[in-house]
């Protein structure tokens, strides 16, 4: 998670007269909610990123040393905190397949439904906008389906839920196909745990790669039972709620990733090419 502007100073090994040529250059970081700024040092074939006036503990990447800055501390906290509010939502609005049907509590969040729905979305939607992916082809497919999510289920909500007078949740509840509309944002919700699963080997998130696309598949396929459904559903909240929780346990570095990637990411094609030249000549010296 870096800053919006970087300065980087480019060096050029000495020639025979150990005079030192330094050109100096901005780029425009992957994350643009960062504000602080960044020095960005290319020396000798390896980038250094350290924020202005920080004494973090410096860590080493495949393209040079980088540290954790306040911006990235503020990120990292934004994105679990957007999976907090997804799991919550989601948790609270699947109660109610649990909860006494005549229950004032199931009551009272039927009736807040589709209000759920909206603060899972937003929370999801703000952890795939913040999430740190290093091919960023992926992380673009995967907000894509969280977008055409949204969309869709916004027209079912529109152009079918409510000329029924449901609610978006029970409208899909009891028209397993409209699964088609609102699906690609639970694919986009897959692909980021199955992206935590397999960077930090957690469990709880591995087994949810799983358990999201077979619920929603039998629900909409009509081959699943109801006690398998509730099952299933039992657990997908279950572990949606350690995943979320858990993620306040790791430390920040982990959701940041190799900042020197991202750094090297962002420079011109050129620098890209010349850092690469130094870094091979280093291999091999």
């Given at each position: 998670?870096?800053?919006?502007?970087?300065?980087?100073?480019?060096?050029?090994?000495?020639?025979?007269?150990?005079?030192?040529?330094?050109?100096?250059?901005?780029?425009?970081?992957?994350?643009?909610?960062?504000?602080?700024?960044?020095?960005?040092?290319?020396?000798?074939?390896?980038?250094?990123?350290?924020?202005?006036?920080?004494?973090?503990?410096?860590?080493?990447?495949?393209?040079?040393?980088?540290?954790?800055?306040?911006?990235?501390?503020?990120?990292?906290?934004?994105?679990?905190?957007?999976?907090?509010?997804?799991?919550?939502?989601?948790?609270?609005?699947?109660?109610?397949?649990?909860?006494?049907?005549?229950?004032?509590?199931?009551?009272?969040?039927?009736?807040?439904?589709?209000?759920?729905?909206?603060?899972?979305?937003?929370?999801?939607?703000?952890?795939?906008?913040?999430?740190?992916?290093?091919?960023?082809?992926?992380?673009?497919?995967?907000?894509?389906?969280?977008?055409?999510?949204?969309?869709?289920?916004?027209?079912?909500?529109?152009?079918?839920?409510?000329?029924?007078?449901?609610n978006l949740v029970q409208y899909v509840i009891h028209n397993p196909t409209a699964v088609w509309?609102?699906?690609?944002?639970?694919?986009?919700?897959?692909?980021?745990?199955?992206?935590?699963?397999?960077?930090?080997?957690?469990?709880?998130?591995?087994?949810?790669?799983?358990?999201?696309?077979?619920?929603?598949?039998?629900?909409?396929?009509?081959?699943?039972?109801?006690?398998?459904?509730?099952?299933?559903?039992?657990?997908?909240?279950?572990?949606?709620?350690?995943?979320?929780?858990?993620?306040?346990?790791?430390?920040?570095?982990?959701?940041?990733?190799?900042?020197?990637?991202?750094?090297?990411?962002?420079?011109?094609?050129?620098?890209?090419?010349?850092?690469?030249?130094?870094?091979?000549?280093?291999?091999?010296?």
């Open positions: 998670m870096a800053s919006p502007v970087l300065s980087i100073a480019w060096v050029t090994p000495p020639p025979t007269n150990s005079k030192t040529t330094v050109k100096n250059f901005s780029i425009s970081s992957p994350s643009p909610l960062s504000r602080s700024l960044l020095k960005v040092c290319v020396k000798n074939g390896s980038i250094k990123c350290k924020a202005l006036g920080d004494s973090s503990t410096v860590y080493q990447g495949v393209y040079g040393p980088w540290t954790v800055d306040s911006s990235d501390v503020r990120e990292v906290i934004l994105y679990r905190s957007g999976l907090v509010t997804a799991a919550a939502s989601f948790v609270a609005a699947a109660s109610t397949a649990f909860v006494p049907s005549n229950s004032l509590l199931r009551e009272i969040v039927e009736q807040n439904l589709d209000l759920l729905y909206m603060f899972g979305a937003g929370g999801l939607g703000l952890s795939l906008f913040l999430i740190h992916i290093y091919v960023t082809e992926i992380k673009r497919t995967l907000q894509a389906f969280w977008a055409l999510g949204v969309l869709g289920s916004l027209a079912t909500y529109v152009n079918l839920a409510q000329p029924a007078g449901d509309f609102v699906g690609p944002m639970f694919a986009a919700l897959t692909g980021l745990v199955f992206k935590e699963g397999l960077c930090y080997g957690k469990l709880e998130a591995g087994l949810l790669t799983f358990i999201i696309p077979i619920i929603l598949l039998g629900h909409m396929s009509g081959l699943m039972d109801d006690g398998v459904k509730l099952t299933l559903l039992g657990s997908w909240m279950a572990l949606f709620t350690i995943f979320a929780g858990r993620k306040f346990t790791q430390p920040i570095k982990d959701d940041i990733g190799d900042k020197s990637v991202f750094m090297f990411n962002a420079l011109a094609e050129e620098e890209r090419k010349a850092l690469v030249e130094k870094l091979e000549q280093q291999k091999y010296n």
